[in-house]
Protein backbone atom coordinates (compact mmCIF):
# COMPACT_ATOMS: atom_id res chain seq x y z
CA UNK A 1 0.00 0.00 0.00
CA UNK A 2 2.86 2.31 1.01
CA UNK A 3 4.85 1.38 -2.56
CA UNK A 4 1.41 2.43 -4.60
CA UNK A 5 1.17 5.49 -2.89
CA UNK A 6 4.67 6.68 -3.04
CA UNK A 7 4.68 5.81 -6.86
CA UNK A 8 1.72 8.05 -7.02
CA UNK A 9 3.08 10.85 -5.59
CA UNK A 10 6.23 10.42 -7.52
CA UNK A 11 4.45 10.47 -10.88
CA UNK A 12 2.27 13.26 -10.00
CA UNK A 13 4.93 15.27 -8.74
CA UNK A 14 6.96 14.35 -12.31
CA UNK A 15 3.70 15.12 -14.74
CA UNK A 16 3.05 18.46 -12.56
CA UNK A 17 6.91 19.93 -13.46
CA UNK A 18 6.66 18.49 -16.96
CA UNK A 19 3.74 20.94 -17.68
CA UNK A 20 5.29 23.75 -15.50
CA UNK A 21 5.20 27.85 -16.52
CA UNK A 22 5.39 31.19 -15.77
CA UNK A 23 1.81 32.33 -14.83
CA UNK A 24 2.15 35.75 -14.04
CA UNK A 25 -0.17 38.92 -13.54
CA UNK A 26 0.76 42.52 -13.65
CA UNK A 27 1.28 45.86 -15.97
CA UNK A 28 3.85 46.28 -18.54
CA UNK A 29 6.24 48.47 -17.54
CA UNK A 30 8.72 48.39 -20.56
CA UNK A 31 8.36 47.92 -24.27
CA UNK A 32 11.47 47.29 -26.78
CA UNK A 33 11.39 46.76 -30.17
CA UNK A 34 13.89 46.30 -32.69
CA UNK A 35 13.67 46.38 -36.24
CA UNK A 36 16.84 44.71 -37.67
CA UNK A 37 18.49 44.72 -41.43
CA UNK A 38 18.10 41.08 -41.95
CA UNK A 39 14.40 40.55 -40.87
CA UNK A 40 15.59 39.87 -36.94
CA UNK A 41 12.49 42.05 -35.88
CA UNK A 42 11.24 41.42 -32.57
CA UNK A 43 8.89 42.91 -29.68
CA UNK A 44 9.73 41.94 -26.03
CA UNK A 45 8.40 44.05 -22.50
CA UNK A 46 8.97 43.59 -18.72
CA UNK A 47 6.10 43.31 -16.41
CA UNK A 48 5.78 45.07 -12.85
CA UNK A 49 4.17 41.77 -11.82
CA UNK A 50 1.44 41.71 -8.67
CA UNK A 51 3.46 39.96 -6.02
CA UNK A 52 0.99 37.65 -4.86
CA UNK A 53 -0.59 36.68 -8.31
CA UNK A 54 3.04 36.13 -9.94
CA UNK A 55 3.99 32.93 -10.13
CA UNK A 56 7.55 31.95 -12.28
CA UNK A 57 9.37 29.01 -12.30
CA UNK A 58 12.69 28.29 -10.41
CA UNK A 59 14.97 28.78 -13.34
CA UNK A 60 13.94 32.42 -13.62
CA UNK A 61 16.52 34.06 -12.18
CA UNK A 62 14.50 37.42 -11.69
CA UNK A 63 10.82 37.48 -12.07
CA UNK A 64 10.09 41.24 -12.24
CA UNK A 65 12.92 42.14 -13.94
CA UNK A 66 12.85 38.91 -16.89
CA UNK A 67 11.85 39.63 -20.19
CA UNK A 68 8.67 38.49 -21.65
CA UNK A 69 9.05 38.08 -25.61
CA UNK A 70 6.54 38.18 -28.30
CA UNK A 71 6.08 36.00 -31.73
CA UNK A 72 5.55 38.10 -34.34
CA UNK A 73 5.15 34.95 -36.71
CA UNK A 74 2.05 34.11 -34.42
CA UNK A 75 -1.65 35.23 -36.24
CA UNK A 76 -2.68 37.29 -33.12
CA UNK A 77 0.81 39.02 -32.45
CA UNK A 78 -1.15 42.46 -33.95
CA UNK A 79 -3.60 41.56 -30.65
CA UNK A 80 -0.84 40.53 -28.58
CA UNK A 81 0.58 44.07 -29.30
CA UNK A 82 -2.34 46.04 -28.53
CA UNK A 83 -3.02 44.47 -25.43
CA UNK A 84 0.68 45.05 -24.16
CA UNK A 85 0.33 48.66 -25.38
CA UNK A 86 -3.07 49.40 -23.36
CA UNK A 87 -1.51 47.93 -20.95
CA UNK A 88 1.60 50.02 -20.72
CA UNK A 89 -0.33 53.08 -21.57
CA UNK A 90 -2.63 52.82 -19.18
CA UNK A 91 -1.34 50.71 -16.85
CA UNK A 92 -4.16 48.17 -16.80
CA UNK A 93 -3.24 44.47 -15.74
CA UNK A 94 -2.68 41.43 -17.70
CA UNK A 95 -2.53 37.91 -17.24
CA UNK A 96 0.97 35.52 -19.14
CA UNK A 97 1.37 32.65 -19.09
CA UNK A 98 4.21 31.18 -20.47
CA UNK A 99 5.98 28.47 -22.51
CA UNK A 100 5.91 24.91 -20.67
CA UNK A 101 9.57 24.14 -21.78
CA UNK A 102 11.04 27.63 -19.92
CA UNK A 103 13.47 25.63 -17.84
CA UNK A 104 14.81 23.01 -20.28
CA UNK A 105 18.12 25.04 -21.36
CA UNK A 106 18.38 26.17 -17.24
CA UNK A 107 18.36 29.13 -15.54
CA UNK A 108 17.07 31.77 -17.50
CA UNK A 109 15.92 35.84 -17.42
CA UNK A 110 12.98 35.39 -20.04
CA UNK A 111 10.14 33.42 -21.72
CA UNK A 112 8.17 33.60 -24.73
CA UNK A 113 4.69 34.81 -24.35
CA UNK A 114 2.22 31.55 -24.43
CA UNK A 115 -1.08 33.30 -24.18
CA UNK A 116 -1.89 36.87 -22.83
CA UNK A 117 -5.16 38.01 -21.80
CA UNK A 118 -6.20 40.96 -20.19
CA UNK A 119 -6.95 41.28 -16.63
CA UNK A 120 -9.84 42.67 -14.45
CA UNK A 121 -10.04 45.47 -17.20
CA UNK A 122 -13.00 47.54 -16.71
CA UNK A 123 -16.20 46.94 -19.83
CA UNK A 124 -17.32 49.31 -21.91
CA UNK A 125 -21.22 49.21 -22.07
CA UNK A 126 -23.44 50.71 -25.16
CA UNK A 127 -25.75 53.20 -23.93
CA UNK A 128 -29.31 53.10 -26.12
Not at 25 to 33: L, P, Q, R
Amino acid sequence: MKTNALLLSVLTLLSSNAFAANDVYGTVSEVITRSGPNGDNALYFRLLPIENSAHFESCIVDGPSMTWHVSLDSPVANYQYQLIMKSYTEQLPVRIIGQDDVCSQGNTSSDSVFELSPWSWPTLTVQK
